[in-house]
């Protein structure tokens, strides 16, 4: 009768061997299975905040952004163009914006969180056109008593620069201030109330 050796340190190492091979198998066939589970870049796309750099924001400049499929304006309105917002009041239909969708951070005659720096979604409020920054005052084609705003070429619906609607034009109410806050003094967070 022969005996065999059995070689305990060989089996053993076949046995990690084996045992680690088979551990990163499962692992790579579990990542398509893993990555199916997670939302699509679109999905993504929609509700995520955007980020905005307002660093070389010169006064009177807009820029536009993306949020959720629809654009966003971010406005560094001059000073002078702070003052004029008052002189509006009457021509309004909503002055102290009590309609209008925004967060209570931009509930000031500014609605923004700071004076200089306006951010609205650039959909009108009648029909969702997309209206004209018009930043010259009394234009022919807007009249002496335009101070500048947002003209909605669609029906004619007249924002001004805070966004709120001017009485008898077919938009029902001021333009809408999305979520946001402030990351840093040049940059801010669109589509999140709040830090963290």
């Known amino acids: 009768m022969t005996r065999e050796v059995v070689d305990n340190d060989k089996r053993r190492f076949l046995t990690q061997t084996a045992t680690v091979v088979g551990a990163v198998g499962a692992g790579l066939a579990s990542i398509p299975f893993i990555q199916s589970m ?19 924001l ?14 966003v ?3 560094k309105r001059p000073e002078e163009t702070l003052a004029t917002l008052p002189k509006l009041t009457g021509q309004l239909l909503d002055p102290k914006s009590e309609q209008s969708v925004q967060p209570d951070s931009s509930r000031n005659p500014h609605r923004s969180i700071r004076p200089e720096v306006f951010v609205a979604l650039g959909v009108c ?5 997309s209206p004209l920054y018009r930043p ?13 705003g947002f003209f909605c070429p669609c029906h004619g619906s007249r924002f001004d620069l ?12 001021n333009l809408e201030i999305p979520p946001y806050y402030y990351m840093s003094d040049t940059r801010i967070a669109i589509g999140s109330g709040e830090a963290g």
């Open 38 to 56: 997670k939302p699509s870049a679109k999905a993504e796309a929609l509700g995520a905040p955007v980020e905005v750099d307002i660093s070389k």
């Open 125 to 129: 409020t009648h029909l969702g056109c």
């Open 58 to 71: 010169e006064p009177g400049q807009l820029v536009r952004v993306l949020w959720r499929g629809k654009p």
């Open 162 to 173: 805070a966004g709120r609607v001017y009485k008898g034009v077919p938009a029902p109410s």
């Open 136 to 148: 010259e005052v009394a234009p022919a084609d807007l009249g002496s008593d335009w101070l500048g």
């Open 73 to 75: 304006w971010v406005l």
